[in-house]
């Protein structure tokens, strides 16, 4: 397993880290044809919808990145992948995310972003990787673990922040 913390000061560089995250997101998602799971965990606020939006910007998305609080997914689709943005806070029952077919998102060559994954531990498969987000004073300290990137492409991305 994988992991580093950065320390990010404002939006702008919570945004750069969704953008920093993408190139090494894409690459693995088009070799490995498969879905990678992002698990987004942090307290309202934290800076979870920010991160997505630099990541979803990042892959060349021109509109307005909407947060999925009422619709538990927003789809964005590329050439190549998609990237599926979850929130699953307003998420009453797990079961919800069956009737939307949760599992094909899985299947597919895709990024998908889960904010509040803990929500629907019962149904969501293991994550590949995980993002906390945590308040610190006047920053976020983000750690990052990973069961399929190396520890040096997480410390290639925590460079850019130091």
């Known amino acids: 397993m994988s992991k580093t913390e950065i320390r990010l000061k404002g939006?702008?560089?919570?945004?750069?880290?969704?953008?920093?995250?993408?190139?090494?997101?894409?690459?693995?998602?088009?070799?490995?044809?498969?879905?990678?799971?992002?698990?987004?965990?942090?307290?309202?606020?934290?800076?979870?919808?920010?991160?997505?939006?630099?990541?979803?910007?990042?892959?060349g998305f021109s509109g307005i990145v909407k947060s999925p609080t009422y619709t538990l997914v927003e789809p964005y689709s590329f050439s190549d992948f998609n990237v599926y943005h979850f929130d699953l806070y307003r998420l009453m029952d797990s079961e919800?995310?069956?009737?939307?077919?949760?599992?094909?998102?899985?299947?597919?060559?895709?990024?998908?972003l889960v904010e509040w994954p803990s929500k629907a531990s019962d149904v969501l498969p293991l994550a590949d990787v995980t993002l906390n987000f945590v308040y610190a004073s006047d920053l976020r300290v983000v750690s990052i673990e990973s069961a399929v990137f190396e520890t040096s492409q997480l410390e290639n991305i925590k460079y850019k922040f130091d």
């Not at 880290?17 to 070799?31: E, F, M, R, T």
């Not at 490995?32 to 992002?38: E, G, H, M, S």
């Not at 800076?47 to 997505?52: E, I, L, N, V």
């Open 11 to 59: 939006e702008d560089k919570t945004r750069l880290l969704g953008a920093c995250l993408k190139d090494i997101c894409v690459s693995y998602v088009l070799a490995q044809k498969r879905a990678l799971l992002v698990y987004l965990n942090g307290d309202l606020g934290a800076g979870k919808t920010t991160f997505c939006k630099g990541l979803i910007r990042a892959c």
């Open 96 to 112: 919800e995310l069956e009737y939307l077919g949760i599992r094909d998102y899985f299947e597919k060559t895709a990024i998908c």
